[in-house]
């Protein structure tokens, strides 16, 4: 397992070793140890997390003021673009980016510290998104900040209008938002 830093150094891209040959392909989608090793955090998970959304869904982008959770997340059918965004006011980062391509093929995961808002667009017909987290979801302290906010300004690869949930479009603005100390 190898860990590489994103735009912004907390936020981390997983590459796990995979082994292939004729019949398919076999890896460790998380091993306790492995994860320590390559990034230095020693978390503990508590939920895992499965949805299937269309192309041009995007779910996001979300995030806990208490209970905050960080979320290891992966792509095991389609692709998508995944964007964590610093929340954390204190941070040389706050309010920046980072964003990659997860997909079915390239086996990436991306670690998303507590403290970002978290989320994805589907860039397939369709896509099977799995996360762990680390803390459980806490309905009542989930916050959305504004998908398309300007003062953000994510470079989502999207060319239409995305499907969104009427909170996610409901998103307040960063200047808006509840934030991190």
């Given at each position: 397992m190898k860990a590489i830093p994103t735009a912004i150094p907390d936020v981390l891209v997983i590459e796990p070793k995979v082994f292939g040959d004729a019949r398919g392909f076999f890896f460790e989608s998380f091993n306790a140890r492995a994860f320590r090793e390559a990034t230095g955090l020693d978390e503990t998970f508590v939920q895992d997390n499965h949805s299937r959304s269309a192309r041009g869904v995007l779910r996001g982008l979300h995030y806990q003021i208490r209970h905050p959770q960080g979320k290891l997340v992966r792509v095991v059918r389609g692709a998508v673009f995944d964007v964590a965004v610093d929340l954390r006011r204190a941070s040389p980062t706050f309010g920046r980016w980072a964003g990659v391509e997860l997909s079915e093929d390239n086996h990436r995961q991306?670690?998303?510290?507590?403290?970002?808002?978290?989320?994805?667009?589907?860039?397939?017909?369709?896509?099977?998104?799995?996360?762990?987290?680390?803390?459980?979801?806490?309905?009542?302290?989930?916050r959305c900040l504004k998908w398309d906010d300007p003062a953000v300004s994510i470079d989502w690869p999207i060319d239409a209008e995305p499907v969104l949930s009427a909170k996610d479009r409901d998103g307040k603005a960063l200047a808006d938002c509840e934030v991190f100390a």
């Amino acid at each position: 397992m190898k860990a590489i830093p994103t735009a912004i150094p907390d936020v981390l891209v997983i590459e796990p070793k995979v082994f292939g040959d004729a019949r398919g392909f076999f890896f460790e989608s998380f091993n306790a140890r492995a994860f320590r090793e390559a990034t230095g955090l020693d978390e503990t998970f508590v939920q895992d997390n499965h949805s299937r959304s269309a192309r041009g869904v995007l779910r996001g982008l979300h995030y806990q003021i208490r209970h905050p959770q960080g979320k290891l997340v992966r792509v095991v059918r389609g692709a998508v673009f995944d964007v964590a965004v610093d929340l954390r006011r204190a941070s040389p980062t706050f309010g920046r980016w980072a964003g990659v391509e997860l997909s079915e093929d390239n086996h990436r995961q991306l670690w998303v510290p507590p403290g970002f808002a978290h989320g994805f667009v589907v860039l397939t017909e369709s896509a099977d998104f799995l996360y762990k987290t680390t803390d459980y979801y806490a309905p009542e302290h989930e916050r959305c900040l504004k998908w398309d906010d300007p003062a953000v300004s994510i470079d989502w690869p999207i060319d239409a209008e995305p499907v969104l949930s009427a909170k996610d479009r409901d998103g307040k603005a960063l200047a808006d938002c509840e934030v991190f100390a």
